[in-house]
């Protein structure tokens, strides 16, 4: 019985010792909870805070520069350029490297306003962009480069640039080339093949054709992973599968057929192209190199800038383009151009873009002569010159097309949708990785 007595006592007491813990639990986890939502509370309003003060700073950096909300129209640009003088200096964060042979021209033409490059390509100029500001880092003055879908959602989208075009060119520049952003020039992707292999005339007609086998492990493409170009050209094909499956029946005679998995016939191409062992470039500039050397039996046919036939002239290459490709020859990107949130320099990036976009006193009549980097065409074309071939178009509808340029308005071309770009893009890129590990 004492016995009985004393475990009854020991268990009773580790029961009021468990009650007792169960309740210091308790208390202690509503104290735990409480200070939680107190510190939420003040780290949200804190947040709240802060994105409403950066909000304010943006918009008094907008006012004070007539940017954004606050851009008037109205200009007085000796007043830009003097101010441009006295910032000293504009950074421009850049997809093409020609921009750097301008530096000497611009510096010459504007003492006093040191320009720095950095040419970072496509991928790397949204990436930077990002990552800086996020991090509270405004470097970039100027922000050129394509990738549309990114630069118009991710970029303009979230007020990371914002558009400028110089009231002295508005109304030279046809409103789609301005809003929602200016172009700084626009470019195609389209298809190189060797005029000395092919002395009639282009091996193909049909797009189709590419994913033929006599076409495997012929055809070349910049990686798409990492050029912004590329993937913008595989995406302008991806955007129209009606007329790709079309283009296949008048190639083939019969409906296409879509391999498992595959939703239409845009994907049905590049899923198709990756199966023929479509060779896969680092650079742009060896593409062309490879399908335009001298002295092939067989060369490949490139899936190119069209800019690159500019390397027939200073490279010896014999590249040319197909022009007349069912269903389409040319796929067309913008390439933007716009000042980043914050620039330290604004007033010089005012001038760095109208530099840009080419002399004032430059129209249809002016005789423009190569080589365009030198001389009284530098000085007309400016900003243009590096750009001035038959790859490439001003946004402007008051300047000439270069020699060989006529090739551009002859040719059928569907342009790259930003929107698509923006939702699909990612899907296109997880496509042609999975694809290209098969």
Request: glycine share 8%.
């Amino acid at each position: 019985l004492v016995l009985y007595e004393q475990v009854y006592k020991q268990e009773f007491n580790i029961g009021r010792i468990k009650v007792a813990l169960k309740n210091i639990k308790n208390k202690c986890l509503k104290q735990i909870l409480s200070k939680v939502a107190t510190v939420a509370l003040f780290s949200a309003a804190a947040s709240l805070a802060s994105a409403q003060d950066a909000s304010s700073k943006l918009d008094a950096w907008l006012m004070e520069n007539a940017l954004g909300p606050h851009a008037t129209g109205q200009e007085n640009w000796e007043s830009i350029v003097a101010a441009a003088k006295q910032e000293g200096e504009v950074s421009v964060y850049t997809a093409s490297g020609r921009i750097a042979k301008l530096v000497d021209h611009f510096q010459a033409l504007y003492p006093g306003i040191t320009l720095t490059v950095y040419d970072l390509g496509s991928v790397k100029t949204i990436e930077k962009t990002v990552r800086e500001q996020d991090a509270g880092i405004f470097t970039a003055d100027v922000v050129t480069t394509g990738n549309s879908g990114q630069v118009i959602h991710e970029l303009l989208g979230k007020h990371r640039i914002f558009n400028y075009v110089p009231a002295h060119f508005v109304d030279r520049i046809p409103l789609e080339n301005r809003e929602p952003l200016l172009i700084r020039v626009n470019e195609a992707m389209t298809f190189f093949y060797n005029a000395e292999s092919n002395p009639n005339g282009s091996p193909i007609s049909n797009v189709w054709e590419l994913t033929q086998e006599k076409y495997r492990g012929r055809v070349g493409i910049k990686n798409p992973m990492s050029s912004g170009s590329s993937l913008m050209g595989l995406a302008t094909l991806v955007q129209n599968p009606e007329q790709m499956a079309a283009a296949y029946k008048r190639l083939m005679g019969d409906d296409i057929v879509l391999s498992d998995g595959v939703q239409d016939a845009g994907y049905e191409f590049v899923k198709r192209m990756l199966d023929n062992d479509i060779v896969i470039y680092k650079s742009g500039s060896k593409l062309a190199d490879a399908a335009g050397k001298a002295g092939q039996d067989d060369a490949m046919i490139a899936m190119s800038n069209m800019t690159y036939i500019a390397r027939n002239d200073s490279k010896g290459n014999v590249n040319a383009i197909v022009s007349d490709l069912d269903p389409v020859s040319r796929l067309v990107y913008p390439n933007f151009m716009s000042i980043g949130a914050h620039a330290p320099n604004p007033n010089a990036a005012k001038v760095l873009i109208a530099y840009l976009l080419g002399n004032p006193d430059l129209n249809l009549d002016a005789k423009l002569e190569k080589p365009y980097l030198e001389g009284a065409s530098f000085d007309l074309l400016q900003g243009l010159a590096p750009y001035h071939d038959a790859g490439s178009v001003s946004p402007r509808s008051d300047v000439p097309l270069p020699q060989g340029g006529e090739i551009w308005d002859e040719m059928v071309g569907w342009n790259v949708s930003a929107d698509f770009m923006w939702e699909q893009g990612p899907r296109l890129r997880d496509f042609w990785m999975i694809h290209s590990s098969q």
